[in-house]
């Protein structure tokens, strides 16, 4: 799309809302900013309906930071917690029907490719683990299979959050939930394993934690998918709600699971992934 669309006729300037003039005067559009920059530009998403305290949010508004060029992306999600807060986000996406957010997004950047060849159009699947390793696992790895120029984000909360707190395939065995009283009978589901089985050329499990290596991963989870194949990005985004913990521990909970092992942070680079890293970073040079 061309970079005027975000611009304001003069006519039209002075009755425009004043949150669409901030967007357009100071956000992320056409600059380079990142997550150690918040605060200091007008930010994508900068209010949402979520619980107080929630890990998701936190990284919905991380990984928004962190997108290469928000201006030219696509974000298909799906439902979920998530899609609670897509309405205040300020970048195109869609709504898909729960579990096919990645066949939407296949088509979509099929077409972006045909339609504008010689532009860079990224199409980044953001949704929960409910959408990504149960409902949807299907038509997730089917994109993999095929070697979909596609970003995959699962918003990891070990719960279907949305929806009363039932267990997911990501829930940590023996988790005792609203919906599993008697604890989950079966480990959580290694997708990171499975997205490198599948193909994908980039995977990395990263936590909000840690913003600057969430940022990393998502700026090389989507420059990966732009030019070589599939990539998956998974995200730690704990439930306060669900999980009865207070909204002001989520980080502390993340650093405890992380230190004791049960919540691992991971990369793997394929080989023409590292090679096309070392290119774009000798290129800044």
């Known amino acids: 799309m061309k970079k005027n ?11 425009m809302p004043a949150e669409y003039r901030e967007l357009v005067e100071n956000g992320p559009f056409e600059k380079k900013v990142g997550v150690s920059d918040l605060g200091a530009f007008k930010e994508l998403s ?5 619980c107080a305290g929630c890990g998701l949010a936190l990284s919905l508004r991380l990984i928004l930071a962190s997108l290469p060029n928000p ?20 970048v195109q996406n869609i709504h898909s029907l729960f579990g096919n957010q990645n066949a939407i997004a296949s088509g979509v950047k099929r077409a972006l490719t045909l339609r504008f060849p010689d532009k860079i159009k990224d199409v980044v699947v953001i949704a929960g683990d409910g959408a990504t390793v149960d409902i949807g696992l299907d038509m997730v790895m089917q994109s993999w299979f095929r070697q979909e120029r596609i970003t995959t ?10 929806t009363g707190g039932q267990e997911s395939g990501m829930s940590q065995e023996g988790a005792v939930l609203h919906m599993a009283p008697k604890g989950k009978t079966f480990p959580k589901v290694s997708l990171p394993e499975l997205a490198r089985a599948s193909g994908c050329v980039y995977v990395a499990a990263v936590n909000p934690a840690k913003p600057k290596k969430l940022e990393k991963a998502i700026v090389r989870g989507v420059l990966a998918a732009r030019e070589l194949g599939p990539t998956y990005i998974q995200v730690f985004t704990p439930c306060p709600t669900n999980y009865k913990f207070k909204p002001n521990e989520t980080i502390e909970k993340i650093k405890m699971r992380v230190k004791e092992g049960t919540y691992e942070t991971t990369e793997f680079i394929s080989a023409e992934a590292q090679e096309l890293f070392a290119r774009l970073e000798e290129g800044k040079k």
């Open 71 to 90: 201006e030219d992306t696509i974000i298909v999600g799906s439902t979920g917690c998530s899609a609670i807060a897509f309405p205040q986000v300020a």
């Open 5 to 15: 669309i975000f611009q304001i006729s003069p006519s039209f300037y002075d009755v």
């Open 46 to 50: 900068e209010e949402h309906p979520l």
């Open 153 to 162: 984000i699962m918003l990891d909360n070990e719960a279907y959050a949305n």
